[in-house]
T-cell receptor, first 109, second 115 residues
Framework: GQQLNQSPQSMFIQEGEDVSMNCTSS?????WLWYKQDPGEGPVLLIA?????ELTSNGRLTAQFGITRKDSFLNISASIPSDVGIYFC?????????FGKGNQVVVIP | DTAVSQTPKYLVTQMGNDKSIKCEQN?????MYWYKQDSKKFLKIMFS???????INETVPNRFSPKSPDKAHLNLHINSLELGDSAVYFC??????????????FGPGTRLTVT
């Protein structure tokens, strides 16, 4: 199946810092999605990307669809305590999504 | 105004029992999914239904049987539960599986513990 590599797997950041995370694959995807999962909850869709090179923002979040269609990144600016959680990337191929293994973000006040 | 809902939230049961998890979406979506999230938080697709038709059936033991009475509901029945079935099960839905939006919206999850 399709494999997505997310890096880093976990990160500890100071409140107010910016954080960046990557998702790469050896396969081409038509859509990239970024989700956030809070403890005990389901993943929540943050940003959806549909075109290679597309750069999209949602509040303090910015994500880009890589030009090769094999990668995407997510930036969080000026982190706050509620940004803590697991961030998943997902790539669409055929009629399904492949998910990365997640990136655990911890924000230190 | 919950978009995707699941019941129950928690399910604790003994090995060998049969149990069901229910899912409902009020988004008017055509496609629904079941995922399993293991202890390492990896999300793995199990099944997908489009307008009550099974379209994805991953390598899942046949003790797991999905049923979709209508396009707003997708239930998961598990027979002869095993310890390894312990996980969080998520239901999700999307507007369309072809040529449209692949944005999937997830339910809150059902934490299944088999003892």
């Amino acid at each position: 199946g399709q494999q997505l590599n997310q890096s880093p797997q976990s990160m500890f950041i100071q409140e107010g810092e910016d954080v960046s995370m990557n998702c790469t694959s050896s396969s081409i995807f038509n859509t990239w999605l970024w989700y956030k999962q809070d403890p005990g909850e389901g993943p929540v869709l943050l940003i959806a990307l549909y075109k290679a090179g597309e750069l999209t923002s949602n509040g303090r979040l910015t994500a880009q669809f890589g030009i090769t269609r094999k990668d995407s990144f997510l930036n969080i600016s000026a982190s706050i305590p509620s940004d803590v959680g697991i961030y998943f990337c997902a790539g669409q191929f055929g009629d399904r999504l492949a998910f990365g293994k997640g990136n655990q973000v911890v924000v230190i006040p | 105004d919950t978009a995707v809902s699941q019941t129950p939230k928690y399910l604790v049961t003994q090995m060998g029992n049969d149990k069901s998890i229910k899912c409902e979406q009020n988004l008017g979506h055509d496609t629904m999914y079941w995922y399993k999230q293991d202890s390492k938080k990896f999300l793995k697709i199990m099944f997908s239904y489009n307008n009550k038709e099974l379209i994805i059936n991953e390598t899942v033991p046949n003790r797991f049987s999905p049923k979709s009475p209508d396009k707003a509901h997708l239930n998961l029945h598990i027979n002869s539960l095993e310890l390894g079935d312990s996980a969080v099960y998520f239901c999700a839905s999307s507007q369309s599986r072809t040529g449209g939006s692949y944005e999937q919206y997830f339910g809150p999850g059902t934490r299944l513990t088999v003892t």
